[in-house]
């Protein structure tokens, strides 16, 4: 089989100028040409079966970018997920007219933001527009606002908890949405919590809440504020957690606590936990058990150090919030691993297993929660 020779021709003066990308639309037998003066159409006639036909075309292209007509190399397939295609010309990628090569250029560590305006021309998928996120050059470039749009406004079609927490922490990066954008995608956490875990991650102390319960004027808490300018880590996880974000924060992970949708789910919102309170973790290299924190909360506060000394001389009303921090401080994604490990189980009997863990830790939060 060969190309028509109207393709042939057509193809071969296009190959004369600039070309910056190309995507071939298969259902319509059409190839598609990005160039410095726009698009170019190129709708095809085949001599043959389709199939056999575009891979002639692909064929042409690859010679044409590659000097090779055996197009994207499909040995190194399984690199490119990987991030593993880091090749000076991946530009030429684009020429290809395959989609796994566009794949590739979304995941490579050389992307730049103009080669990811053209892959996002050639290819446009939610697993594209995250990767490609994921590099400070696209993310602060052109690409980075039209990228994250995308996510958001394809956000609720997505089904897999995993997704929608790593498109959510995506696109809260700075710069990505406006404000209103960011209320709204936070509005859509009531009726989906898994959106939380990806606020709770990635904005810990800035969560879009317009009100909040709040101690910051109290007596007390004048008390502790030069403690807090002195470095007491106490003060300032206290003060912390008793400002409007930190009530928004403990609030959000009792909500996900409740009913978190898979194991993913669960994993995510205890490591965003242990990132949160682990300011105080006794030992950061000793992971314990839950039995394990509350017996060391206890003997902190027995024998305290100089600074729990100087808060519990200050403020001794805040020996129960004290011992809630110093118990969540231990708490982290090792804390649920060793029952998800054991379980496939999702939904309510997940739920249910992970019970000996989660219930505790929701009296603790209660214990730090304003109105409980």
């Known amino acids: 089989m060969e190309l028509s020779s109207e393709d042939a021709l057509r193809l071969n003066v296009l190959l004369t100028h600039q070309i910056l990308a190309v995507r071939i639309d298969e259902s319509a037998l059409t190839?598609?040409?990005?160039?410095?003066?726009?698009e170019a159409r190129i709708p095809l006639h085949p001599t043959g079966r389709k199939e056999q036909y575009l891979r002639l075309v692909r064929e042409l292209l690859s010679g044409h970018a590659l000097g090779s007509p055996?197009?994207?190399?499909?040995?190194?397939?399984?690199?490119t997920r990987m991030g593993q295609n880091s090749g000076d010309n991946i530009d030429k990628l684009l020429l290809l007219g395959e989609d796994e090569a566009?794949?590739?250029?979304?995941?490579?560590?050389?992307?730049?933001?103009?080669?990811?305006?053209?892959?996002?021309?050639?290819?446009?998928?939610?697993?594209?527009?995250?990767?490609?996120?994921?590099r400070t050059c696209v993310c602060q470039g052109k690409?980075?606002?039209?990228?994250?749009?995308?996510?958001?406004?394809?956000?609720?079609?997505?089904?897999?908890?995993?997704?929608?927490?790593d498109t959510v922490r995506i696109v809260l990066q700075p710069g990505l949405l406006d404000e209103q954008s960011v209320q709204k995608l936070w509005g859509r956490a009531k009726g989906d919590n898994t959106y939380y875990v990806g606020f709770l991650e990635i904005l810990p102390d800035a969560l879009p809440i317009h009100s909040a319960t709040r101690i910051v004027d109290s007596p007390i808490t004048a008390?502790?504020?030069?403690?807090?300018?002195?470095?007491?880590?106490?003060?300032r996880q206290l003060t912390r957690v008793l400002s409007a974000s930190g009530q928004a924060f403990l609030a959000a992970c009792d909500e996900v606590l409740r009913r978190p949708a898979d194991q993913d789910v669960a994993?995510?919102?205890?490591?965003?936990?242990?990132?949160?309170?682990?300011?105080?973790?006794?030992?950061?290299?000793?992971?314990?058990?839950?039995?394990?924190?509350?017996?060391?909360?206890?003997?902190r506060l027995a024998a305290p150090?100089?600074?729990?000394?100087?808060?519990?001389?200050?403020?001794?009303?805040?020996f129960p919030l004290l011992r809630a921090l110093l118990i969540l401080a231990e708490v982290g994604e090792?804390?649920?691993?060793?029952?998800?490990?054991?379980?496939?189980?999702?939904?309510?009997?997940?739920?249910?297993?992970?019970?000996?863990?989660?219930?505790?830790?929701?009296?603790?939060?209660?214990?730090?929660?304003?109105?409980?």
């Open 31 to 38: 190839l598609f040409a990005l160039t410095d003066r726009g």
């Open 70 to 79: 055996g197009g994207y190399p499909l040995f190194i397939m399984r690199w």
């Open 102 to 134: 566009v794949v590739s250029v979304a995941y490579s560590p050389k992307l730049t933001d103009e080669l990811a305006r053209r892959a996002w021309w050639c290819a446009q998928t939610g697993d594209n527009a995250r990767r490609m996120l994921e």
């Open 143 to 165: 690409m980075g606002p039209v990228l994250a749009a995308y996510l958001v406004e394809h956000l609720p079609f997505e089904t897999s908890p995993h997704v929608v927490i």
């Open 223 to 235: 008390k502790l504020t030069p403690l807090s300018e002195a470095g007491n880590p106490y003060t």
């Open 267 to 299: 994993r995510a919102l205890f490591r965003a936990m242990g990132a949160y309170f682990g300011i105080l973790c006794h030992d950061a290299q000793h992971e314990i058990g839950l039995e394990e924190a509350v017996m060391m909360a206890e003997q």
């Open 305 to 318: 150090d100089h600074d729990l000394v100087a808060i519990l001389n200050v403020a001794p009303e805040y």
């Open 334 to 372: 090792f804390s649920v691993a060793p029952i998800l490990v054991r379980t496939t189980a999702i939904g309510t009997l997940m739920r249910r297993k992970l019970e000996p863990v989660s219930e505790p830790v929701m009296g603790q939060i209660a214990a730090l929660r304003v109105n409980g």
